[in-house]
């Protein structure tokens, strides 16, 4: 049996519930944008370690979707929030393994937008 791991990204509509479930102060600031010199709110979140923690947890939760895992005995390990939880915070290999996918997966849907942008105006 091959072990594998479905993931997927979090949307801005999904982090903002998050924060809102936390109890994130949200925080606006006036900015400047370097490309276009006009200036624009960035929102941005105010976070205690406690919501740090909170938001890291919600987010794994969400993020790893679903899997088939074993331990080094070849028992299952079962594909629930406590145990996410557990092998992100615990194992730190398997953590960065997520990240790292979790950027990948990022930069892909970040390329395929691009060129569905590129030939959507070249018809």
Known sequence: NKEWVELRLINDEKSKEIHKA???KIKKELVKDKET???QYVRDFELTEKQIAQYDEEAWDYQIYNWELVTPKKKDIECNRDN????MRKEPRFKAWIESCLEELSKEITNIKSVESE???NG
């Open 84 to 87: 996410k939880i557990l092998l």
């Open 22 to 24: 936390i109890g994130a």
């Open 119 to 121: 030939n959507f105006l």
């Open 37 to 39: 010199r006009q200036m």
